[in-house]
């Protein structure tokens, strides 16, 4: 059941990267700006991440298999949508009804595991399935490139749609609800939405929210959206080639959330291996500001692959920070602050794109020095800000 779930995670892994790799043929084909192109980039996260507060209380009202069933479909049109258009407004439309129906598909896989997997064994069983997940990387790195530059842009949209109706079918044989353990009644709907109001009244709901914003935002926003452009336009790479360097990030992204997942430290120094690993990613973003040769550049987004899946621990850290029974209404408020951390990050990024080349100033410099800055701040507020109460040191 959950290998069925992580499928319909898998093509939203596609779908939130495929910016990177269709980036030059859109803006070939729509005269799009920087600017254009991270409102595109960016209008699956924020449909994805504003939909995580209804998936959660989906989840906990009418289980995993309903809830993901019910929303999937919007992919299917979506993208079927994206492939036909012939003007931007419709193609943004896409991407908004794709990021819908990709909202419950990795909140699904959490809960799915938090539920029915001993908590010891939670950050090792979603860095696998991250990794797992992973094959979507790989769909939007080469293969993608290879059909794009083949056929067109529109094909990559039409096969994707099609691996989505696949997985659908999947959900639909396998997945069941299997029996929960005894965590009281299930809430109403309203039950459900005024709870929302008690995690915020928790101290240490925003220092995580903080941190939540802006790191995943800078992995998808490098891998997703301007690995690409940096590639062709400040290197002079082609397609293929700069699909085949997110291949290679996709590679690395597959195998590193497993092993990150069987070394979670534990509560005790968590939260202080969250902080590291947070300062290091916006070194490698401010050391790729200034213009490199191609090979820094590529070794320091290959490193900033490699260190994404800290971000494993980030999900441990939330399970241990609120009770089992609001478990889907606390992963969905982090999975929403990720994902509308995404879709900022990327809107704003072009626009800071866009104004930088309007001063006369590098594109990519300015865009990797934000990214950068906005990495400082999100650890600053995870670390000066509550933290939950502390937790007995896990058994080794």
Request: glycine share 10%; net charge positive; hydrophobic share 60%.
């Amino acid at each position: 059941m959950l290998l069925a779930l992580t499928g319909a995670f898998a093509l939203s892994q596609a779908f939130r990267t495929i910016a990177a790799i269709l980036a030059t043929p859109l803006q070939a084909e729509f005269g799009l700006s920087a600017q254009q192109l991270g409102l595109f980039a960016g209008a699956f996260h924020f449909a994805f991440g504003a939909l995580q507060f209804f998936m959660g209380m989906g989840i906990d009202v009418y289980g995993v298999r309903r809830t993901v069933l019910f929303a999937f479909p919007l992919v299917v049109a979506g993208a079927l949508l994206s492939a036909a258009s012939t003007h931007f407004p419709v193609l943004v439309l896409g991407q908004v009804l794709i990021g819908v129906g990709c909202a419950p598909a990795f909140l699904v896989c959490t809960v799915f595991i938090a539920r029915h997997f001993p908590p010891e064994r939670f950050a090792s069983i979603s860095g696998l399935v991250m990794g797992l997940a992973s094959v979507g990387l790989l769909a939007t790195g080469t293969p993608l490139a290879w059909l794009v530059h083949e056929s067109s842009w529109r094909a990559g949209f039409i096969a994707l749609a099609l691996c989505s109706v696949l997985a659908w079918v999947a959900i639909a044989r396998v997945v069941y609800e299997p029996p929960l353990p005894a965590l009281g009644p299930a809430p109403s709907v309203m039950d459900a939405l005024r709870s929302y109001g008690a995690l915020f009244r928790l101290p240490h709901t925003l220092g995580i929210i903080a941190l939540a914003s802006v790191t995943y935002a800078a992995f998808i926003s490098l891998r997703g959206l301007w690995l690409g452009p940096m590639l062709i336009e400040r290197h002079g790479f082609t397609l293929v080639q700069s699909g085949n360097i997110a291949l290679i990030l996709s590679l690395i992204g597959m195998f590193g959330p497993p092993l990150f997942g069987r070394f979670d430290p534990g509560p005790g120094t968590r939260r202080r291996w969250i902080i590291g690993f947070t300062l290091a990613t916006a070194a490698l973003f401010a050391a790729m500001a200034p213009k490199h040769g191609s090979g820094f550049d590529v070794g320091a987004s290959i490193a900033v692959s490699a260190l994404s899946s800290y971000i494993i621990f980030q999900y441990a850290d939330v399970k241990g920070a609120y009770p089992a029974a609001m478990t889907g209404r606390a992963m969905a408020l982090f999975t929403m602050a990720m994902f509308l951390g995404v879709a900022v990050m990327q809107w704003l990024t072009g626009a800071v794109a866009s104004a930088a080349v309007a001063h006369g100033i590098n594109a990519f410099t300015a865009v990797f020095a934000t990214i950068a800055g906005l990495l400082l701040l999100g650890a600053a507020a995870f670390a000066w800000l509550p933290a939950p109460p502390a937790a007995p040191a896990r058994p080794r």
